[in-house]
């Protein structure tokens, strides 16, 4: 006879195949895994939500009566009642074999409830074959190791989102050390550079570049800060960009110099393109480091079978928007091509899946305005699957993340959410997280997940591993800072002082 742990409670009230509420012995935990016998086998279930509630202290309005109440409460151990609320996640015995089998049949009300222990679920979460990677421990059980499914990550897109400061960073920091193991491509548009002092094998480093000759003439006109409602303005611009100018080996000066021809050419236009040419010798200086028409093909940067952490901290919005459509567009046309030719063609970059990840995803991918990124990120959403390339989407405002993208999210980590707001915008996105689940999301501490969708076979509750290697973009103590510099300040003022005494 196989050994149980002892019992933690009884199911009461109405139970339906895939849910079941239970009295406990002692306070539950959103997060815990239970084991219940059903008339169809062993379920394993998931416990989502939870109270611990006194019928003596309820509905009290006083302090003298809560005070006696509370005497009385804790000589009555009947008193006290631990309930859970708990989704079904499928039978035991089919989820050890790698299987998702839901009870055609209910948990009998009176069936008593386990939990579940590490010998049992531990090769349900902790799968072995060669696609799976480990990225933490279950939150309830951290004997039991948590993989994710790195085929369905690299195909079926992901979204990480969360408040901020909760360690979405650092989750996509381990996924690029799978891939990085696994010697899979790889991209992150690193916006605020955070990710530029990760050293890892696999892990190679580029600085993100636009080569003005490959935008389109309004992303040209958005790079030099031509205002949006300037329609003479960018008129301008559209016709001085011309095929010609493109490929001139001055490109700016032969811009300048078909911006002047327009000024020329077009009546009531010279004053218009006088001002245009001022912008663009403006934004040729101010725009230096990050756009260069000498770069040739910046895709040549991303190197296949490696994580490319793409450097974009010089970028601004504008910039970065414009880059990450043009790495976006040829990756996507590039992935297309490969799956076409079949490994003929010689005209092909990546002849493997690719990963692309999107730090601050409500900027790029917004949900109430058009953005060029926003656009081809859909498409790849939609697409990528079949081409083989997937995104990852991070973002501390999921609210203002285009539902659009969203929506064609397979996979999921979702860590602490307080806004309601929020919350319901990944509900709309995703049907796998319950009402009882969204509600406990504010109860998270740092580098704890809720896992759905995808890349695991089942909902796992977890703590991820902490990347040590990314050391960039924890809390900044001001505190500290000031006291060091402070220190500093005094020292130099002492040997200054020395200096000027023996003058
Ligand atoms: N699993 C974890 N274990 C321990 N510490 C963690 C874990 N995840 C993150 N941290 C720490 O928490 C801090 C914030 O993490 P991180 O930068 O990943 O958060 P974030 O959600 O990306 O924040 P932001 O929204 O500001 O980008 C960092 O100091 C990081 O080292
Ligand atoms: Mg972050």
Redesign the pocket.
Known sequence: MESRVELLGIVVGQTKPHQFHFLAKRAISMGEYVTVDSPTGRILGLTEDSTTRSDLLDKMNDFRTASEARKVAMKNTRDKSYNASVKVVGLLDQLRRGRVVLPSLPPEPGSEVFEARGEEIGEIFDRKEKQWAPIGSLLRNDDVRVSVNMDKVASRHLAIL?V???????LLALIVKQVALLQGTMVVFDYHGEYSELEIGGVVHAEAKINPRFVTADQLADLCDVRENADVQRTVLVKAFTEEVKASPKFWDSLLQGVRNVGVSEKGYSRVASRVEDIVQIAIKRMKAVVDPDVGDVLDQIKASKVNILNMLEFTERQANAAITYYLEEILDDRKRAMRSRGEETKVRFRTPIICAIEEAHAFIPADQQSDTAYIASKVAREGRKFGMSLIVVS?RPRRVSQDVLSQMGSFAIMKLTNPEDQTHVTEASEAISEDLLQNLPSLN??EAVLIGEWVNIPAVV????VVEKKT???ISATSLWAAQHAMNQVARESTKGFMDTE
Do not use: E, F, R
């Open positions: 969360s901020t400061g909760s360690g979405k960073s650092n501390q740092t580098g703590k991820l591993d902490h973009g924890a809390d």
